[in-house]
């Protein structure tokens, strides 16, 4: 029998802290090298970022042909399209989606919702009720990390495991983790994190510059593009594919 689509969101009340950025390179991940088929919803209104990135990354492959020939090969290989870029307004997230799947040919293994932040927004929150996982970037600032671990303690608190909520588990983990290792900081924040009983992921994201680097007029390697995963000489040290084959435990894929 088919399985259920899953909805998952990379999800935090602050800014700034990977949330775009880990939609799409799960997204893409999933879609191009793991073998499941992704839908994402972007909900970051106005400037649908997810979406005006595509646009970039398809205008990228019509006007170069590097990275024209590299498409057709991957596509011709793969036998599917792209994956959809669903636009929605966050409070309409939910909807969007279960619409969509209602239409679709093939449904989804799972959707991606990169939602805004929650602070004082009740519409995102609802939406955050609806995902099956939640997926919580922090940092390894005191006044970030303070925000992000209130919203993950009352998410976790108030809505997962309560009757009538979908939502199953919302799981931390550490991004822009500077150098190799962590240092004793994040011993004294993990002793927090702990205490308010928060799952924490065991991969943690170093802070490195390939997190920026999309598709260029100068035929490098991508990391971060919506059209192709990203490059594997990049994913090497990156802790990407640690930290997807972590999520895919977690979401029972
Ligand atoms: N591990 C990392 N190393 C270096 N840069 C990173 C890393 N993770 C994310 N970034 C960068 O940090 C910036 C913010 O990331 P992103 O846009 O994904 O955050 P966001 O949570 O979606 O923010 P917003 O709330 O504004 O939508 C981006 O420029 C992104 O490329
Ligand atoms: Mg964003």
């Not at 793969?78 to 799947?101: H, M």
């Not at 108030?158 to 290792?181: M, P, Q, S, T």
Request: hydrophobic share 40%; with cysteine; aromatic share 10%.
């Amino acid at each position: 029998m088919e399985k259920d689509t899953l909805y998952v969101a990379f999800s935090t009340q602050k800014g700034g802290v990977g949330k775009t950025a880990f939609t799409v390179l799960a997204a893409s991940y999933l879609h191009y090298v793991k073998g499941y088929d992704v839908a994402v919803v972007d909900c970051d209104f106005p400037q649908y970022s997810i979406n005006a990135m595509r646009k970039r990354d398809a205008e990228q492959i019509g006007t170069d042909e590097y990275y024209k020939r590299l498409a057709y090969e991957q596509f011709k290989a793969l036998n599917k399209r792209a994956y959809p870029i669903l636009c929605s307004k966050p409070e309409n997230a939910v909807q969007t989606a279960d619409e969509f799947l209602e239409s679709a040919d093939t449904k989804p293994d799972v959707v991606f919702f990169d939602l805004p932040g929650t602070v004082g927004n009740a519409g995102v929150l609802k939406s955050i009720a609806n995902m099956d996982y939640v997926f919580t970037p922090i940092i390894a600032d005191r006044i970030v990390l303070e925000s992000c671990l209130s919203f993950a303690d009352a998410v976790n608190k108030n809505l997962v495991g309560k009757d009538g909520i979908r939502l199953k588990a919302l799981c931390l983990f550490w991004n822009k983790v500077d150098g190799r290792e962590k240092t004793d900081l994040y011993q004294i924040f993990e002793q927090a994190i702990n205490e308010l009983e928060l799952p924490l992921m065991k991969t943690f994201i170093p802070d490195t510059k390939r997190y920026n680097k999309e598709l260029s007029g100068d035929k490098r390697a991508v990391f971060r593009s919506t059209l192709f995963p990203a490059d594997r000489r990049l994913v090497k040290g990156s802790n990407l594919e640690e930290l997807i084959n972590e999520l895919l435990e977690t979401i029972k894929l």
